[in-house]
């Protein structure tokens, strides 16, 4: 505390000891209030009382109010915690609870992306794109754009990478787009819906056919469906010589999303989850998007690449990665009670399936495709 609250606790300490003097004098001996220590119409033995009473009432009071404050420090060091670049990472960093609806084979699936929880583990998502970005040939690019930017991570890289584009990104979540804002005030971000923008031809004409030198697609198009319509509608808003980059998770078929299916499926939430699996659906081999770029007249470059995340806190640290990302069709459609059993059953799962190394920590094996396509 600083030194004003401590001079008014005891001002207010000392006012509630004489308060207490005053009603005992008052009802007990009906004597003439006197002030704290000045009790001279008191006996020396109820003086005596009164004071451990009086100290009782303080040493008590004292204890709450400390733990109070205690309590009220930790939670405004939670809600405005920075990282060590000065980046809002506690509650405030975003609004936690943004409504995403994704379209997937006609369906609209409702899913809640939280760019604080998204951000946790930002160094680790954040070093794909980075790699992506640096295999990119040195386009002349005047304009760039961030599909499915996120919280601005990914945009933050693209915009070094070229410096001299005019930069902006689009997301679904309200809440992305909200962090984004704050981490690059000088960018412009828009609220769209990926496959929207890709696809409206009155968009397209709004901004042109062929509008930007670079568009890139981090970690996104896995939640687009139809890829077959997706990829050239993507490279026609390219201008002549531009740059498709593309980077999608390709790892529905590891252990720790095949065991969100099996617990969506074996538990009383199956009902409520029966959608949710398909939210996501499956990316296609290498082959079939060199191809694809291929017939739409690009130069390809296609690599896969599996990263090992070393996680701390054992199978809890491998259901926090999740929760920012695969996990989250499961939990939303579920009620706190159902929400912390299905956690529970995960996360039970994930300690079979990762073991912890002797250091407490998993290392989480993520598979990525990238693909690099030049008009």
């Known amino acids: 505390m600083h030194?004003?609250?401590?001079?008014?606790?005891?001002?207010?300490?000392?006012?509630?000891?004489?308060?207490?003097?005053?009603?005992?004098?008052?009802?007990?001996?009906?004597?003439?209030?006197?002030?704290?220590?000045?009790?001279?119409?008191?006996?020396?033995?109820?003086?005596?009382?009164?004071?451990?009473r009086c100290l009782a009432v303080v040493i008590l009071i004292a204890a709450a109010r400390a733990a109070t404050i205690s309590a009220l420090c930790e939670t405004s060091e939670k809600l405005n915690a920075r990282d060590d670049r000065g980046r809002w990472t506690g509650a405030f960093g975003g609004c936690a609870g943004a409504s995403d609806h994704r379209l997937v084979g006609g369906t609209v699936h409702a899913v809640t992306w939280s760019a604080r929880q998204y951000a946790r583990f930002e160094d680790?998502?954040?070093?794909?794109?980075?790699?992506?970005?640096?295999?990119?040939?040195?386009?002349?690019?005047?304009?760039a754009i961030d599909i499915g930017c996120g919280a601005g991570n990914s945009t933050e890289q693209l915009a070094a990478?070229?410096?001299?584009?005019?930069?902006?990104?689009?997301?679904?979540?309200?809440?992305?787009?909200?962090?984004?804002?704050?981490?690059?005030?000088?960018?412009?971000?828009?609220?769209?819906?990926?496959?929207?923008w890709v696809h409206d031809d009155a968009a397209n004409a709004a901004v042109g056919p062929a509008s930007f030198d670079v568009i890139l697609a981090n970690a996104v198009l896995q939640w687009v469906?139809?890829?077959?319509?997706?990829?050239?509608?993507?490279?026609?808003?390219?201008?002549?010589?531009?740059?498709l980059a593309v980077q999608m998770p390709d790892n529905l078929d590891e252990p720790a999303h095949r065991l969100m299916r099996e617990v969506a499926a074996d538990g009383p939430w199956a009902g409520k989850l029966a959608a949710s699996a398909a939210a996501r659906s499956s990316i296609g081999a290498a082959d079939r998007y060199y191809e694809l770029l291929r017939s739409a007249a690009c130069k390809v470059d296609v690599w896969r690449t599996t990263y090992y995340h070393p996680l701390g806190g054992g199978a809890g640290g491998v259901v926090e990665w999740f929760k920012g990302s695969g996990l989250r069709p499961f939990i939303d459609p579920l009620d706190a009670h159902e929400?912390?059993?299905?956690?529970?059953?995960?996360?039970?799962?994930?300690?079979?399936?990762?073991?912890a190394m002797t250091d407490g920590s998993v290392l989480l094996p993520f598979p990525r495709l990238f693909i690099v396509a030049l008009v």
Request: charged fraction near 25%; hydrophobic fraction near 45%; proline fraction near 7%.
């Open 3 to 52: 030194m004003a609250p401590r001079v008014a606790w005891v001002a207010w300490a000392v006012w509630t000891c004489n308060t207490y003097t005053r009603r005992l004098q008052s009802k007990e001996s009906g004597l003439r209030p006197a002030l704290l220590f000045q009790g001279a119409t008191l006996t020396k033995s109820r003086r005596w009382i009164v004071g451990s």
């Open 225 to 243: 469906p139809d890829h077959a319509s997706l990829f050239p509608a993507l490279t026609a808003k390219l201008a002549p010589g531009g740059c």
């Open 339 to 355: 929400r912390a059993e299905f956690l529970a059953r995960y996360r039970a799962a994930v300690a079979r399936a990762y073991p």
């Open 124 to 143: 680790e998502r954040t070093r794909p794109v980075r790699e992506l970005l640096a295999a990119l040939p040195n386009v002349d690019a005047r304009s």
């Open 161 to 196: 990478r070229f410096p001299g584009a005019a930069v902006r990104g689009i997301d679904s979540s309200s809440d992305m787009i909200a962090a984004a804002r704050t981490r690059l005030p000088g960018l412009r971000f828009d609220l769209e819906d990926v496959s929207r």
